[in-house]
Protein backbone atom coordinates (compact mmCIF):
# COMPACT_ATOMS: atom_id res chain seq x y z
CA UNK A 1 0.00 0.00 0.00
CA UNK A 2 1.84 3.38 -0.97
CA UNK A 3 1.91 6.63 1.39
CA UNK A 4 -1.76 8.35 0.26
CA UNK A 5 -3.61 4.99 1.13
CA UNK A 6 -1.67 4.67 4.29
CA UNK A 7 -2.66 8.22 5.09
CA UNK A 8 -6.19 7.76 4.01
CA UNK A 9 -7.06 4.89 5.79
CA UNK A 10 -5.37 5.59 8.71
CA UNK A 11 -7.05 9.59 9.04
CA UNK A 12 -10.86 7.39 8.52
CA UNK A 13 -9.65 5.11 11.48
CA UNK A 14 -8.53 7.84 13.86
CA UNK A 15 -12.18 10.33 12.80
CA UNK A 16 -14.01 6.33 13.54
CA UNK A 17 -12.31 6.11 17.02
CA UNK A 18 -12.98 9.56 17.65
CA UNK A 19 -16.79 9.75 16.73
CA UNK A 20 -16.61 6.61 19.06
CA UNK A 21 -15.27 8.17 21.91
CA UNK A 22 -17.34 11.10 21.68
CA UNK A 23 -20.45 9.00 21.51
CA UNK A 24 -19.29 6.85 24.58
CA UNK A 25 -19.31 10.12 26.18
CA UNK A 26 -22.31 11.55 24.85
CA UNK A 27 -20.26 15.18 23.55
CA UNK A 28 -20.14 16.86 19.96
CA UNK A 29 -16.77 17.54 18.43
CA UNK A 30 -14.86 17.49 15.90
CA UNK A 31 -11.01 16.60 14.52
CA UNK A 32 -8.27 17.87 12.59
CA UNK A 33 -4.60 16.78 11.66
CA UNK A 34 -1.77 18.97 10.98
CA UNK A 35 2.39 18.58 10.40
CA UNK A 36 3.88 18.82 13.62
CA UNK A 37 6.70 20.84 11.75
CA UNK A 38 3.88 23.67 10.32
CA UNK A 39 3.03 24.30 14.57
CA UNK A 40 6.80 24.26 15.86
CA UNK A 41 7.80 26.53 13.67
CA UNK A 42 4.41 28.76 14.99
CA UNK A 43 5.19 28.64 18.37
CA UNK A 44 6.80 30.89 20.84
CA UNK A 45 10.56 30.16 21.80
CA UNK A 46 9.71 28.74 25.02
CA UNK A 47 6.77 26.39 23.75
CA UNK A 48 9.47 25.42 21.07
CA UNK A 49 11.45 24.48 24.05
CA UNK A 50 8.62 22.98 26.10
CA UNK A 51 7.35 20.78 22.90
CA UNK A 52 11.41 19.40 22.31
CA UNK A 53 11.18 18.07 25.77
CA UNK A 54 8.30 16.47 25.48
CA UNK A 55 9.32 14.73 22.46
CA UNK A 56 12.96 14.12 23.71
CA UNK A 57 14.45 11.75 21.24
CA UNK A 58 11.58 11.71 18.81
CA UNK A 59 11.83 15.24 18.21
CA UNK A 60 14.28 15.37 14.60
CA UNK A 61 11.63 12.89 13.43
CA UNK A 62 8.44 14.12 13.89
CA UNK A 63 9.84 17.34 12.60
CA UNK A 64 10.92 15.88 9.62
CA UNK A 65 7.91 13.58 9.15
CA UNK A 66 5.34 13.77 12.19
CA UNK A 67 1.86 15.62 12.84
CA UNK A 68 -0.73 16.58 15.11
CA UNK A 69 -4.08 15.91 15.54
CA UNK A 70 -6.89 18.34 17.35
CA UNK A 71 -9.33 17.23 19.05
CA UNK A 72 -12.27 19.26 19.96
CA UNK A 73 -15.39 19.22 22.58
CA UNK A 74 -18.10 21.65 22.08
CA UNK A 75 -19.84 23.32 25.18
CA UNK A 76 -23.73 22.23 25.42
CA UNK A 77 -26.36 24.81 25.11
CA UNK A 78 -27.50 26.74 27.43
CA UNK A 79 -24.17 27.07 29.29
CA UNK A 80 -22.95 29.88 27.57
CA UNK A 81 -25.77 32.00 28.64
CA UNK A 82 -24.64 31.72 31.84
CA UNK A 83 -21.38 33.49 31.55
CA UNK A 84 -22.11 37.45 32.32
CA UNK A 85 -25.52 36.42 33.27
CA UNK A 86 -26.83 39.71 34.46
CA UNK A 87 -30.92 38.94 35.74
CA UNK A 88 -31.18 42.91 37.00
CA UNK A 89 -28.46 45.21 36.85
CA UNK A 90 -26.42 42.57 39.31
CA UNK A 91 -24.05 39.99 37.43
CA UNK A 92 -25.52 36.41 38.65
CA UNK A 93 -21.46 35.01 39.79
CA UNK A 94 -22.95 31.61 41.29
CA UNK A 95 -24.59 31.43 37.81
CA UNK A 96 -21.30 32.33 35.77
CA UNK A 97 -19.52 29.67 38.16
CA UNK A 98 -21.49 27.13 36.03
CA UNK A 99 -19.98 27.58 33.11
CA UNK A 100 -16.55 27.58 35.11
CA UNK A 101 -17.33 24.00 36.09
CA UNK A 102 -18.91 22.86 32.75
CA UNK A 103 -14.92 24.29 31.64
CA UNK A 104 -13.84 21.81 33.89
CA UNK A 105 -15.47 18.80 32.92
CA UNK A 106 -14.95 19.24 29.16
CA UNK A 107 -11.66 19.36 30.29
CA UNK A 108 -11.46 15.97 31.87
CA UNK A 109 -13.34 14.86 28.78
CA UNK A 110 -10.57 15.73 26.90
CA UNK A 111 -8.52 14.51 29.24
CA UNK A 112 -9.54 11.36 29.05
CA UNK A 113 -10.19 11.17 25.34
CA UNK A 114 -6.45 12.31 23.80
CA UNK A 115 -4.54 9.58 25.96
CA UNK A 116 -7.62 6.99 24.84
CA UNK A 117 -6.05 8.35 20.98
CA UNK A 118 -2.54 8.14 21.70
CA UNK A 119 -2.77 4.52 22.80
CA UNK A 120 -4.13 4.04 19.97
CA UNK A 121 -2.59 5.59 17.09
CA UNK A 122 0.83 5.46 18.86
CA UNK A 123 1.13 9.02 19.66
CA UNK A 124 1.99 11.58 22.54
CA UNK A 125 -1.23 13.79 23.91
CA UNK A 126 -0.85 17.18 25.13
CA UNK A 127 -3.76 17.22 27.55
CA UNK A 128 -6.58 20.17 27.43
CA UNK A 129 -5.18 23.81 29.13
CA UNK A 130 -6.62 23.35 32.53
CA UNK A 131 -5.73 26.80 34.36
CA UNK A 132 -5.39 27.08 37.86
CA UNK A 133 -1.55 29.02 37.09
CA UNK A 134 -3.04 32.72 36.29
CA UNK A 135 -3.00 33.42 40.15
CA UNK A 136 0.62 31.95 40.54
CA UNK A 137 2.46 34.48 37.90
CA UNK A 138 3.16 37.79 37.72
CA UNK A 139 2.36 38.19 34.58
CA UNK A 140 0.86 36.45 31.89
CA UNK A 141 4.24 35.71 29.50
CA UNK A 142 5.17 33.42 32.60
CA UNK A 143 2.51 31.54 31.62
CA UNK A 144 3.32 30.64 28.27
CA UNK A 145 6.44 28.09 28.59
CA UNK A 146 3.85 26.06 31.05
CA UNK A 147 1.75 25.12 27.81
CA UNK A 148 1.88 24.22 24.31
CA UNK A 149 -1.01 26.25 21.64
CA UNK A 150 -3.45 24.10 21.59
CA UNK A 151 -4.85 26.90 19.34
CA UNK A 152 -1.99 26.85 16.96
CA UNK A 153 -2.73 22.97 16.13
CA UNK A 154 -6.44 23.72 15.85
CA UNK A 155 -5.71 26.68 13.34
CA UNK A 156 -3.51 25.29 11.19
CA UNK A 157 -5.78 21.71 11.50
CA UNK A 158 -8.55 23.89 9.34
CA UNK A 159 -10.82 23.04 12.44
CA UNK A 160 -11.91 26.80 12.28
CA UNK A 161 -10.63 30.33 11.77
CA UNK A 162 -8.90 32.49 14.07
CA UNK A 163 -10.91 35.02 15.36
CA UNK A 164 -10.44 38.91 16.27
CA UNK A 165 -10.58 37.71 20.09
CA UNK A 166 -7.90 35.33 19.35
CA UNK A 167 -9.71 32.04 19.90
CA UNK A 168 -10.57 29.27 17.16
CA UNK A 169 -14.11 29.57 15.56
CA UNK A 170 -15.38 26.71 14.58
CA UNK A 171 -18.59 27.05 11.79
CA UNK A 172 -20.67 25.08 13.82
CA UNK A 173 -19.74 25.71 17.11
CA UNK A 174 -18.44 29.31 17.36
CA UNK A 175 -15.64 29.43 20.23
CA UNK A 176 -17.20 27.35 22.23
CA UNK A 177 -15.25 24.50 22.07
CA UNK A 178 -12.12 23.47 23.77
CA UNK A 179 -8.90 21.67 22.49
CA UNK A 180 -6.49 18.95 23.63
CA UNK A 181 -3.99 17.31 20.62
CA UNK A 182 -1.83 14.19 20.14
CA UNK A 183 1.62 14.37 18.52
CA UNK A 184 2.06 10.71 16.07
CA UNK A 185 4.31 9.82 13.38
CA UNK A 186 1.60 8.17 12.08
CA UNK A 187 0.89 9.00 8.34
CA UNK A 188 -2.12 11.21 8.58
CA UNK A 189 -3.94 13.44 5.91
CA UNK A 190 -3.92 17.00 6.83
CA UNK A 191 -6.47 19.68 7.42
CA UNK A 192 -6.02 22.60 5.74
CA UNK A 193 -5.56 26.50 7.50
CA UNK A 194 -8.81 28.35 7.58
CA UNK A 195 -8.63 32.12 6.54
CA UNK A 196 -10.22 34.07 9.11
CA UNK A 197 -14.38 35.12 8.29
CA UNK A 198 -14.47 37.92 10.90
CA UNK A 199 -14.86 40.09 8.27
CA UNK A 200 -16.75 43.25 9.26
CA UNK A 201 -18.04 41.59 12.70
CA UNK A 202 -17.00 43.34 16.02
CA UNK A 203 -18.97 41.36 18.31
CA UNK A 204 -16.13 40.30 20.56
CA UNK A 205 -14.62 44.08 20.36
CA UNK A 206 -17.97 45.19 21.65
CA UNK A 207 -18.02 43.04 24.40
CA UNK A 208 -14.85 43.37 25.75
CA UNK A 209 -12.02 46.51 25.67
CA UNK A 210 -9.57 45.08 26.25
CA UNK A 211 -9.87 42.94 22.53
CA UNK A 212 -11.07 45.92 21.29
CA UNK A 213 -7.77 48.08 22.33
CA UNK A 214 -5.96 45.04 21.66
CA UNK A 215 -3.46 47.15 18.88
CA UNK A 216 -2.80 50.07 21.53
CA UNK A 217 -2.89 47.66 24.98
CA UNK A 218 1.28 46.33 25.42
CA UNK A 219 -0.47 42.62 25.77
CA UNK A 220 -4.63 42.81 26.14
CA UNK A 221 -3.53 39.09 27.41
CA UNK A 222 -2.30 40.43 30.37
CA UNK A 223 -5.51 42.28 31.38
CA UNK A 224 -7.37 39.85 30.36
CA UNK A 225 -5.82 37.56 33.18
CA UNK A 226 -5.67 40.56 35.55
CA UNK A 227 -9.70 40.29 34.61
CA UNK A 228 -9.68 36.38 35.34
CA UNK A 229 -8.44 37.25 38.95
CA UNK A 230 -11.21 39.78 39.65
CA UNK A 231 -13.65 37.06 38.64
CA UNK A 232 -11.70 34.57 40.78
CA UNK A 233 -12.62 37.16 43.99
CA UNK A 234 -16.28 37.26 42.81
CA UNK A 235 -16.50 33.20 43.42
CA UNK A 236 -15.57 31.86 40.04
CA UNK A 237 -13.92 28.44 40.55
CA UNK A 238 -11.76 28.27 37.53
CA UNK A 239 -9.18 30.51 35.38
CA UNK A 240 -12.49 32.13 32.82
CA UNK A 241 -14.13 34.94 31.71
CA UNK A 242 -15.75 33.38 28.11
CA UNK A 243 -17.56 37.12 27.63
CA UNK A 244 -15.85 37.08 24.16
CA UNK A 245 -17.14 33.46 23.78
CA UNK A 246 -20.71 34.42 24.07
CA UNK A 247 -20.54 37.59 21.95
CA UNK A 248 -19.09 35.29 18.92
CA UNK A 249 -22.04 33.22 19.53
CA UNK A 250 -24.97 35.29 20.69
CA UNK A 251 -23.58 38.17 18.64
CA UNK A 252 -21.70 37.59 15.67
CA UNK A 253 -22.81 38.25 12.55
CA UNK A 254 -22.47 34.07 12.34
CA UNK A 255 -25.20 33.83 15.60
CA UNK A 256 -28.12 32.42 13.01
CA UNK A 257 -25.24 29.63 11.69
CA UNK A 258 -23.78 28.70 15.21
CA UNK A 259 -25.71 25.77 17.19
CA UNK A 260 -24.79 23.99 20.19
S1 LIG B 1 -11.75 36.23 28.28
FE1 LIG B 1 -12.91 38.04 28.99
S2 LIG B 1 -11.36 39.58 29.50
FE2 LIG B 1 -10.36 37.99 28.28
S3 LIG B 1 -10.44 38.73 26.16
FE3 LIG B 1 -12.28 37.43 26.46
S4 LIG B 1 -13.87 38.84 27.14
FE4 LIG B 1 -11.92 39.91 27.36
S1 LIG C 1 -17.39 37.83 17.45
FE1 LIG C 1 -17.22 38.22 15.25
S2 LIG C 1 -15.23 39.26 15.05
FE2 LIG C 1 -15.22 38.26 17.05
S3 LIG C 1 -14.30 36.28 16.69
FE3 LIG C 1 -16.53 35.98 16.51
S4 LIG C 1 -16.96 36.21 14.29
FE4 LIG C 1 -14.90 37.07 14.69
Request: hydrophobic share 35%; proline share 2%; with cysteine.
Amino acid sequence: MNHRNDAKENTLELRRVFQELLDDEKERGDIGVTSFKVVFDELMEVQKQKLREITKEQFESLYESGFIICIGVAYRDPIIDHIDNKVTSEVDYPLWNEYAREYDRINQVLNRMAPAIASQFDGIPLKATIGGMIGEVEHVWEYWPLVVSHRVVAENSGIGWRGKNQLIIHEKFSCAIRFASIITAMTLQQGKRMESMCGDCTACEDACGFIRQRDILPDYRENCRKYILFLKSKGIEKDICGKCIKACYRQSKFQKQFTL
